[in-house]
């Protein structure tokens, strides 16, 4: 199949960035949001009035939505995705959504003969912006073949993580090591701070050590400045650790202390919400620390 049009079912921070990439590869993209509004959409990207739309006009699509309530209801209804799919037509969900939701999404579209991919990223604006995500994918080999392509272009390397369904899973292993990350050294920091090591002594040496991840680095810098400037916003980190609780309560494995990292993330979101999910760093500098 030839693919000339790349239409994308949500067209954010991330996804925006994605589409550049795309639009200077010398694709065509053709762009829905649920709102309306095209944030940071480029000039020459068509905004269409529905998903369906965005099927009809494309021969791949990529999806980069919130949450499984957001993918619903791209998918249903009569502007929904599925009333403008085509057999042969090829997805890619770069969403991070339940597992379950991403089975339901492989399963309908199989009855479609149209090609899926579970595809979620790892990074953040930075990487998008560089066309150097990392990307799991899940769903059949021809498939990972067929979308290469694209995900060369949007990423700098391509996990296939297994058959539909595995990346999701995956995502949720990458994001509940993040989220449960930062908030431990939220809470180092928090305690170095209590017991008076110097402000700048403390986060200038969490930057040189090595058990430290370059992404937790460049959240520690945030939280050095004060400043956090939303690369992954803490409502989005919030409801990826929910999906992670209620993945692992289903496989009967026990997560405490990604329980108490949940926690703490989504009462970081309740002030932070338009903020990065590292403000996490200042919530506990606050509190904890008296400062």
Known sequence: ????????????????????????????????????????????????????????????????????????????????????????????DTSTVSPEQADHLAALLGERNVAVLDAPMSGSTPEAEKGALIMLVGGPEATVTLARPILDHIGRITIHAGPAGSAARLKLVVNGIMGGTLNIIAEGIAYGLAAGVERSVLFDALQELAVISPHHKRKIGMGKAGHFPSQFPPRLMSKDMGLLMEAARRCGVPMHGMAAASQNLAASNRNHADDDYSALIARMEREAANR
């Open 1 to 92: 199949m030839s693919i000339k049009t790349i239409g994308f079912i949500g067209y954010g921070a991330m996804a925006s960035l994605m589409g550049r990439n795309l639009v200077r590869a010398g694709y065509d993209v053709v762009a829905h949001t649920p709102s309306g509004r095209s944030n940071g959409a480029e000039a020459d990207v068509p905004m269409l009035a529905s998903p369906r739309l965005v099927a009809e006009r494309s021969d791949a699509i990529i999806i980069c939505v919130p949450n499984d309530e957001a993918e619903n209801t791209a998918l249903h209804g009569p502007d929904g995705l599925l009333a403008g799919l085509r057999s042969g037509q090829l997805v890619l």
